[in-house]
């Protein structure tokens, strides 16, 4: 694994005195979209101001700045380069941030991007008047050097997490600062196995064009000397808020928390201090969260002089046995969490929506045909999509990014084995999912953590997904863990995960190879099924020939809407039945949009063509629930299966 030696940037870094401002930009490829083998409705509505929502609704601070929009870019053609930072030069194309360099959008959609210098100039607003200047990253995938005025300020690792540089020694507050970020991303390229979800350097099939830079928002804001560093939240269904507030100093004088009624902006419960430490208290008379009516409570922390604005939803996530059969628990009660598997990949943007309509346009899309869940597929999203879903009321599964998945290498005796992380790789993706729970856990909507994929990146000489789940467990003991969705269980977590296609398996007497049988000691689910494709028409395909070559791997193809929309009746009266039958406790139908060459989507690619009958789909997902809540009556109660 490479690691900067940070001794030897910094004395490089120091030797770099005279900076030139402002730049000569004269030579420098000026930006405009390169036309994506797809478009959106959106592509050409982002402009050069893209992603101006506040990024982290949930520690929102008022005295902010946006450093999104044009940067410029180069190809730093070696990982040694970083030692070498080109402070001051015009860098040779402009980029649009956020974008993947992948990406149409980005301006220059290339392949192969390993290691990258990117650059843009920023001053202090004079609204800016607390102590400190905190530079923040949604994400950078997959490692960044930070440089602010020839100074080496920080560097990041793991391409889905967010991450704040304190930028207040390095900036100057009456004149332009230079920001230059390298940014090196290998993917999985050897001997790299690290966490890149779908993302491939030679997509084909069900793994996708890889993203590399800057894909989240950047942007500046004002902080006092003693600032809230962190703000973690979770609230029951019975009023109960479990809180902790780090802060940047010792100081915890002042520390005030309110909770406040959307409803009429009023405070109901107010706590003091302390931070640092988790404290207790309670709300009364709350109004519960879930997927019907998905309640939030506005919070406001202020420490001193900080002060913060952040939400909450009450929620208790459980699993208990009702009538006999182990069952996910919503505010204590059975609720059939029925979802897609949610990519979140765009022909224009890769990894980053073109903006936030788009993205809330899937989720819109999910709840009008009744979904009330998705399953967000070895992928992070930006804050914002975790806002939409605790605003729509969309439970969320959220999958840890999968090590390098499926991948072989021949050995010098001509041995073909799997690629798996070897000892330090594991550690860096345990390290990884630690980062991803405790970025995640304030979101209400997150019911259910998963940990490994179909076996991929999971080693199988000992079972790590039961250290992991206890340590999931450990950080967050108020969701369920899918240790293991698909083929290696071994018992771990809180599910008995199926996955098959076309048809389901859920919680049934019946399964294949790969999977397991059903294990009545946990909840049966059916974290994938239904994965059948209609190939509408070159107009909605990723035009790229490799990917249309494998159109034909899809499990099933129907040759018309009809025919798909007859055959999803099938599957989802199939899972009704196994609901109706057996111990089906959720189900997971593959999935919201067409990605590249896979063409089983609700919506295409480019989200203009919606396959579902919105009637049939609709009554027959209400099927689903009502079947289940029928299930939950002592009365009416089938008996099991076994
Ligand atoms: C810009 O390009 C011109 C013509 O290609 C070249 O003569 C000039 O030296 C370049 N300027 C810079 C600053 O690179
Ligand atoms: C980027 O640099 C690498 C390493 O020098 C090189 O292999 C690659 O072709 C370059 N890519 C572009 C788009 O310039
Ligand atoms: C900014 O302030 C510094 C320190 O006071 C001073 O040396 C520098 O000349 C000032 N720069 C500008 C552009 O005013
Ligand atoms: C708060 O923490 C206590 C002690 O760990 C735990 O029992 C309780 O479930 C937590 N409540 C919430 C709402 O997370
Ligand atoms: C906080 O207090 C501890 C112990 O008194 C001290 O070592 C540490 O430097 C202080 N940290 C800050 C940020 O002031
Ligand atoms: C609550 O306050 C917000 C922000 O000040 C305001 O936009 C909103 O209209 C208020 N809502 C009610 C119900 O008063
Ligand atoms: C090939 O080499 C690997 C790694 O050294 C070893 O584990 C494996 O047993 C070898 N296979 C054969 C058939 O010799
Ligand atoms: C799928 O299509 C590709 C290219 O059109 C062809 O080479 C391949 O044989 C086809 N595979 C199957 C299973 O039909
Ligand atoms: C899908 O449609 C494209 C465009 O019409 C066509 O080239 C391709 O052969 C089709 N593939 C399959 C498997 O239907
Ligand atoms: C439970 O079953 C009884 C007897 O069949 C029926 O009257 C009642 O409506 C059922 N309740 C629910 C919630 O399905």
């Given at each position: ?9 910094l004395a490089l870094a120091?030797a770099a005195t005279a ?492 399964y294949s190879i790969d ?128």
């Amino acid at each position: 694994m490479y690691l900067p030696s940070s001794l030897q940037v910094l004395a490089l870094a120091n030797a770099a005195t005279a900076l030139h401002f402002p730049r000569q930009v004269t030579n420098t490829t000026k930006y405009a979209v390169k036309t994506p083998p797809l478009t959106t409705d959106w592509t050409y509505k982002v402009g050069t101001n893209p992603w101006p929502e506040y990024p982290r609704p949930q520690l929102q601070r008022s005295q902010w700045q946006s450093l999104n929009g044009i940067w410029t870019w180069q190809n730093a053609s070696s990982l040694d380069a970083v030692n070498s930072p080109p402070f001051g030069q015009t860098l040779s194309s402009e980029v649009l941030i956020p974008s993947c360099l992948e990406s149409g959008l980005s301006g220059i959609q290339g392949d192969y991007l390993l290691t990258s210098w990117f650059s843009t100039s920023f001053t202090i607003p004079s609204t800016f008047t607390q102590d400190r200047v905190l530079l923040n990253f949604g994400a950078v995938d997959y490692e960044a050097t930070i440089f602010i005025n020839g100074k080496n300020a920080g560097f990041h690792r793991g391409g889905y997490f967010a991450f704040t540089v304190d930028a207040t020694s390095y900036v100057r507050s009456n004149g332009t600062n230079e920001l230059l970020v390298f940014v090196h991303d290998p993917t999985d390229s050897d001997p790299y196995v690290i966490p890149i979800g779908k993302q491939t350097l030679k997509p084909s099939h069900i793994f996708y064009t890889p993203c590399s830079g800057i894909w989240q928002s950047v942007w500046i804001e004002s902080a006092p000397s003693n600032y809230i560093t962190d703000l973690q939240v979770a609230a029951g269904a019975n009023g109960q808020i479990n809180a902790t507030v780090s802060t940047s100093g010792n100081g915890t004088a002042g520390l005030k928390i309110e909770v406040i009624d959307r409803k009429d902006n009023s405070t109901v419960a107010t706590h003091d201090g302390p931070a640092n430490t988790a404290c207790t208290f309670n709300v009364d008379s709350v109004s519960t969260w879930s997927p019907d009516t998905p309640t939030l409570y506005d919070i406001k922390v202020t420490l001193g002089d900080d002060e913060v604005s952040s939400y909450t939803g009450f929620r208790t996530i459980s699993r208990g046995e009702v009538n006999g059969i182990e069952r996910p628990l919503l505010n204590g009660k059975f609720v059939f969490p029925f979802g897609t598997l949610d990519q979140g990949f765009w022909p224009d943007g890769i990894y980053t929506p073109p903006n936030r309509e788009a993205m809330v346009y899937d989720l819109q899309t999910l709840k009008s045909l009744g979904f009330n869940m998705l399953r967000k597929h070895i992928k992070v999203e930006t804050a914002l999509f975790y806002q939409a879903c605790d605003e729509m009321g969309l439970l969320v599964f959220q999958d840890m990014p999968s090590l390098r998945p499926l991948q072989q290498r021949t050995l010098s005796n001509c041995t073909i084995e799997t690629i798996l992380p070897d000892a330090t790789q594991q550690d860096e993706f345990a390290r990884q999912l630690d980062l991803l729970i405790i970025q995640q856990r304030p979101f209400p909507s997150i019911f259910s953590w998963v940990v490994y994929n179909e076996g991929w990146g999971q080693l199988t000489n000992y079972y790590p997904e039961f250290a992991l789940t206890d340590r999931v467990r450990q950080l967050d003991p108020t969701r369920l863990v899918d240790s293991t969705t698909g083929w290696y269980d071994h018992g771990a977590g809180d599910y008995s995960d199926n996955h098959h296609y076309a048809n389901p398996q859920c919680g049934s007497p019946f399964y294949s190879i790969d999977s397991s049988p059903y294990d009545p000691s946990r909840i049966g689910i059916q974290g994938e099924f239904g994965g059948i494709g209609q190939n509408v028409s070159i107009d909605h395909l990723w035009n790229v020939q490799e990917a249309i070559n494998t159109i034909n791997q899809t499990y099933e193809i129907d040759q018309t809407i009809d025919a798909w929309n007859y055959r999803g009746h099938r599957l989802l009266d199939d899972l009704h039945d196994q609901i109706v039958r057996y111990a089906c406790s959720g189900g997971i139908w593959t999935q919201t949009t067409d990605v590249e060459g896979e063409v089983n989507g609700l919506l295409t690619y480019d989200r203009r063509v919606l396959r579902p009958d919105v009637g049939q789909w609709k009554a027959d997902i209400q099927n689903l629930y009502d079947a289940a809540a029928a299930r939950t009556n002592a009365s009416t109660a089938a008996p099991t299966a076994s």
